[in-house]
């Protein structure tokens, strides 16, 4: 079992970044896929990036390819998602979570644990 805990949320101006990091808890990280998720209001939850177990292999939504960033270090057992060129559609709760399953999934059910999420609030 993992247990994950989100952080780096807050207010910025378009155009600006925001750098969220999900740290976890246990010695078996590097086994979980992990992905970051994002609901916006009155919308679903929705995929935004996964990274696979070693780090090496990641995919992005079409929304953020080419701003976002996914990234792992295993030996903190931290994911970090890098958000560039913020635009104000990119307001949500982002939420990260962890797979026991080794492919990058883009669907919500493929995840076993979630963390409580962190507000990202982008103005124009």
């Known amino acids: 079992q993992v247990q994950l805990v989100e952080s780096g949320g807050g207010l910025v101006q378009a155009g600006g970044s925001l750098r969220l990091s999900c740290t976890a808890s246990?010695?078996?990280?590097?086994?979980?896929?992990i992905g970051w998720f994002r609901r916006a209001p009155g919308k679903e939850r929705e995929f935004v990036a996964a990274i696979n177990r070693g780090g090496g292999y990641t995919y992005d939504s079409d929304s953020v390819r080419g701003r976002f960033t996914i990234s792992r270090d295993n030996a903190k057992n931290l994911v970090a998602l890098q958000m560039n060129n913020l635009k104000p559609e990119d307001t949500a709760v982002y939420y990260c979570?962890?797979?026991?399953?080794?492919?990058?999934?883009?669907?919500?059910?493929?995840?076993?644990?979630w963390g409580q999420g962190t507000q990202v609030t982008v103005s124009s």
């Open positions: 246990g010695r078996t990280f590097s086994s979980y896929t």
């Open positions: 979570a962890a797979s026991t399953g080794p492919q990058l999934f883009t669907l919500r059910a493929s995840y076993n644990y």
